[in-house]
């Protein structure tokens, strides 16, 4: 019971609001419910929305899984290089520490301009949004491998590609599933916001 007293008092709140000033820009708690339930079973309206909110969030986790799977593909890869080479790092880390800071929503203008007012302009920021803290995290989890487990391995005879699938991977796999966890998190509140405002 203890959890549902700030939502109730925020939704209580929201309602003496809408009461108290009159506006009709912001619609009651009610009005929201009844149409949620048309939205999602239908049978009070009975218009082109009724009963279709299951199209609209299979369109949602389409954007979503595409711009997520893709920052994953391209991250993880990424981030194995520039934690681990020296000359990748030093060739595309700084770019990318320029570019990490600028907001997603700056990027909205380009992805009008390149992919049109269709869902490949939000899988593109999707994308954008998942993927540094994605390579980000992939890239601390490389870099803070203790160097004596490479010391080791090496006088295993463990070197080159076994040395990245056995020791590499395994050292930063924590580090890599955090970024996934962050970026997918990410994913989700950008598509939620857009439908909400768009």
């Given at each position: 019971v203890t959890p549902l007293i700030v939502p109730v008092m925020l939704v209580a709140a929201w309602d003496l609001c809408v009461r108290l000033t009159g506006t009709r820009l912001i619609p009651l708690p009610r009005d929201v419910a009844i149409m949620l339930y048309d939205f999602s079973?239908?049978?009070?309206?009975?218009?082109?929305?009724?009963?279709?909110?299951h199209i609209?969030?299979?369109?949602?986790?389409?954007?979503?899984?595409?711009g997520f799977f893709a920052a994953a593909a391209v991250g993880i890869p990424l981030g194995l290089l520039i934690g681990r080479i020296k000359f990748v790092r030093d060739l595309i880390d700084p770019t990318l520490q320029i570019l990490r800071p600028v907001p997603v929503t700056a990027w909205l203008p380009l992805s009008m301009i390149f992919f049109g007012l269709g869902p490949n302009a939000a899988i593109f920021l999707v994308f954008l949004g998942a993927f540094y803290p994605i390579v980000r995290n992939t890239t601390l989890g490389v870099r803070s491998?203790?160097?004596?487990?490479?010391?080791?391995?090496?006088?295993?005879?463990?070197?080159?590609?076994?040395?990245?699938?056995?020791?590499?991977?395994?050292?930063?796999?924590?580090?890599i599933f955090n970024g996934l966890r962050l970026g997918h998190g990410f994913a989700w509140i950008l598509i939620v916001v857009g439908e909400m405002t768009g």
């Open positions: 079973f239908g049978g009070v309206y009975d218009d082109a929305f009724s009963k279709t909110i609209h969030f299979w369109k949602s986790v389409q954007r979503v899984y595409g491998v203790v160097y004596r487990l490479f010391e080791a391995a090496s006088m295993l005879g463990c070197n080159g590609s076994s040395l990245f699938r056995q020791v590499v991977l395994p050292a930063a796999t924590p580090s």
